[in-house]
């Protein structure tokens, strides 16, 4: 844990959050008494690209009147 103060922090706060490690926190204080805390956030994982054609094959069966008109729906479709 390192401790800074108010002024350090106001002038040179880009190098102490550059030099931020994982599990590292920088306590800022004034008059000697702590009034923040700063610790780096953890990085955002990255999202994996989907694939086309993951799911070809999982569709076993399909009604042969799959794209017929719902029988709700006839006086909508007149």
Known sequence: M???TLKEAQSGLADIIHRLTPGDEVVITENDQPVA???PTPPIPKKAHRQLGTMKGTVLYMAPD???PLEDFTEYME
Do not use: E, G, I, Q
């Open 37 to 39: 805390r700063l610790v």
């Open 66 to 68: 799959f794209d017929a």
């Open 2 to 4: 390192t401790t800074v």
